[in-house]
């Protein structure tokens, strides 16, 4: 979605003197709050609503989208540096579970996804186990997924400064898709979309426009996402989660090119 001069809406047009400009992506704060619990991020406005409920799921807060009753969007006043607020209420949430998941991340940033945990070990607990061999995906099918991937991102192209994510299923379909300054709202921008529109996140698969860095590979173990792939390469870190929890690791999708980490027995 753009304004009536075609840019997008995560973008803005500066003026960089001598008659020249620039398209830039937007980079502005966003407070999630859900049962007098907050976080602050910096993000790229749009689809906020769908970014605050896959960063719930994604983040083990929620463990079903139909535990959110109500969201409730309120805009800030940039003039008196209040950001704008995505409010969530739940319904039979424990508040032990919302403190202790949400007070080890007061601040996301785009450099620390698990701002907070001391122990490795942590990283999987509390996540229940893939479905084995499920969905079975075509190998030759995924640089196609990637084609139509690469052409849902306008504001990457208008700016060249933005990360992309999507939820698919096996046939290739395009479940939920985010665009964002930051890497980790861009997944939970997809992750929202698809669960908030019914979608089983236990067949999907997550694209990622960059690396596959252990945090964002961790957003998809904790929503059942069983297969990964990224066009860049995988940490080592992201491969031992992928290991231990029985998932698909796919990286350096370019073209007809592509390494599988860890097959999961899905890939045919």
Not at 27 to 45: A, D, Y
Not at 123 to 134: H, M, Q, R, W
């Amino acid at each position: 979605m753009g304004d009536p001069e075609g840019i997008p809406h995560g973008a803005v047009e500066r003026d960089l003197g001598g008659g020249e400009t620039d398209r830039l992506v937007r980079e502005e704060p966003l407070l999630i709050s859900v049962r007098e619990q907050s976080v602050l991020t910096m993000r790229t406005p749009g689809d906020d609503e769908n970014l605050a409920i896959g960063f719930l799921l994604s983040e083990g807060v929620l463990t079903d989208v139909a535990q959110a009753t109500s969201i409730d969007t309120e805009p800030g006043d940039p003039e008196q540096l209040q950001p704008d607020v995505v409010r969530i209420g739940l319904a039979r949430a424990a508040a032990a579970r919302i403190a202790g998941r949400l007070t080890r991340t007061h601040e996301i940033r785009s450099s620390c996804g698990i701002c907070g945990l001391v122990d490795a070990d942590e990283l999987l607990e509390d996540t229940l186990p893939l479905l084995s061999g499920v969905p079975r995906l075509a190998r030759a099918s995924i640089p196609t997924m990637f084609e139509e991937f690469g052409r849902r991102q306008s504001l990457f192209a208008a700016t060249g400064a933005s990360h992309a994510a999507a939820i698919c299923d096996a046939d290739g379909l395009v479940l939920g898709f985010g665009e964002d300054v930051g890497r980790h709202n861009a997944l939970d921008k997809a992750i929202g979309a698809a669960a908030r529109d019914g979608h089983d996140l236990s067949h999907g698969i997550a694209l990622l426009s960059g690396r596959a860095g252990f945090d964002l590979v961790l957003k998809c173990m904790r929503v059942r996402i069983p297969i990964v792939a990224s066009v860049s390469a995988a940490s080592a870190l992201s491969f031992d989660l992928c290991q231990s929890a029985g998932a698909t690791l796919v990286g350096f999708v370019r073209g007809e090119r592509l390494k599988v980490y860890c097959d999961g027995g899905r890939l045919i």
